[in-house]
């Protein structure tokens, strides 16, 4: 399983951004998925979740209401949709994906075994 993320970039405050995660392999369907990003200096942290069917979702308290985490199985891609972007979202996001016989969504680094190379957000005025 290999994972690709894009769409980060230079933006406002204010401003939104999609980021998207493609994965190749025949499993994406059954892998939970996960966002993360790391600001510099800082450590990894968990952003957002989202299991096989997509109903099932969660978020860092940090971006509730402002990020949407979504999937679309048909073309092996997740997605986080990023509202309201702030200076404090700046960081490298990275995509991650759990095991394909874990079902549910995890704020734990430590239950995704495939990462994607991350994509940077860099949100300044």
């Known amino acids: 399983v290999q994972l690709q993320a894009s769409g980060g970039g230079l933006v406002e405050p204010g401003d939104s951004l999609r980021l998207s995660c493609v994965v190749s392999?025949?499993?994406?369907?059954?892998?939970?998925m996960g966002w993360f990003r790391q600001a510099p200096g800082k450590e990894r942290e968990f952003v957002a979740a989202i299991n096989w069917s997509g109903v099932g979702t969660d978020y860092a308290d940090s971006v509730k209401g402002r990020f949407t985490i979504s999937r679309d199985n048909a073309k092996n891609t997740a997605y986080l949709q990023m509202n309201s972007l702030k200076p404090e979202d700046t960081a490298v996001y990275f995509c991650a994906a759990r095991p394909t016989n874990r079902v549910g969504t995890s704020p734990l680094i430590g239950e995704y075994n495939n990462w994607g190379q991350g994509t940077e957000v860099t949100v300044s005025s």
């Open positions: 392999g025949r499993t994406f369907s059954r892998n939970v």
